[in-house]
């Protein structure tokens, strides 16, 4: 099973994918993950990403192209991937299409969650990261037992650098202008399916669960 999740910042891309990585055993692809990682390693891949990922504009296609495809030769032999994150521009999804098909592989949905600006700007300036893990939480809408602490793992919380208000707003407006042609991309194909994300997390979580159970042999 291939699967992209799709949507603004904040969507609730991440919270939905830990879910579902684990319920069906999935490869989990975020770019921006690895990206983050990278910057932290202080690798060349982190140096050539951080500028960008600072002023919240999007790292150049062929860097997360690369990145990508290495991670889906690596997934192949196992039951499958989410991505998170990517494609981002059409140029990305093109080169996908071509990545998959040198491969034998094809997508079998892409999750578009639609949430509104609003809340989503609420929700990522809110929104707190484990250290350790990755496991996203909100001050608000999702918060940890105990304040700043990890409930899975007990790793330490913070906030992204990127979810100031000033760099949320240009991601949004980057979504805009550069990811949101994706959804006539991939409604062309006939392989986008909308999930409202303005709804609780179990309930968002229980849609797209429905969706993936339907359409499996
Ligand atoms: P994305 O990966 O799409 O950028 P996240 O999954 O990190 O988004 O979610 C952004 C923030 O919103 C996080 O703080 C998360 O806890 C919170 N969140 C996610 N889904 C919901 C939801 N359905 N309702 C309220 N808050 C949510
Ligand atoms: P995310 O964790 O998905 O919110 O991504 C954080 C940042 O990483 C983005 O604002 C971009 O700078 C960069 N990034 C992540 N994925 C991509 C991608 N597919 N293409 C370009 N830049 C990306």
Do not use: W
């Not at 919270?15 to 579902?20: G, I």
């Not at 999750?111 to 350790?132: N, P, Y």
């Not at 399916?193 to 669960?209: L, M, Y």
Request: aromatic share 6%.
């Amino acid at each position: 099973m291939l699967i992209i999740l799709l949507g603004p910042p904040g969507a609730g891309k991440g919270t939905q994918a830990e879910r579902l990585v684990s319920k069906y055993n999935l490869d989990y692809i975020a770019t921006g993950d690895i990206l983050r990682n990278a910057i932290k390693s202080g690798s060349p891949l982190g140096k050539q990403a951080r500028g960008y990922m600072e002023k919240g504009q999007l790292v150049p296609d062929e860097i997360v192209v690369g990145i990508v495809k290495e991670r889906l030769m690596e997934s192949a032999s196992r039951g499958g991937a989410l991505l998170d994150g990517f494609p981002r521009t059409v140029a990305q999804a093109r080169s996908l299409d071509d990545v998959l098909q040198e491969m034998g592989l094809k997508l079998d949905h892409v999750i578009h969650i639609e949430v509104e600006e609003e809340e989503l700007i609420a929700r990522l300036t809110g929104r707190r990261v484990c250290r350790d893990c990755g496991a996203n939480y909100h001050i608000k809408f999702n918060s940890p037992k105990v304040r700043n602490v990890c409930d899975q793992c007990g790793g330490e919380l913070y906030q992204r650098e990127d979810d100031s208000l000033a760099t949320v707003t240009e991601r949004l407006a980057v979504y805009k202008k550069q990811t949101e042609p994706l959804i006539d991309y991939y409604a062309a194909q006939k392989l986008i399916t909308t999930i409202n994300g303005n709804q609780e997390i179990d309930a968002i979580f229980t849609e797209i669960c429905t969706l993936l159970d339907q359409q499996k042999p």
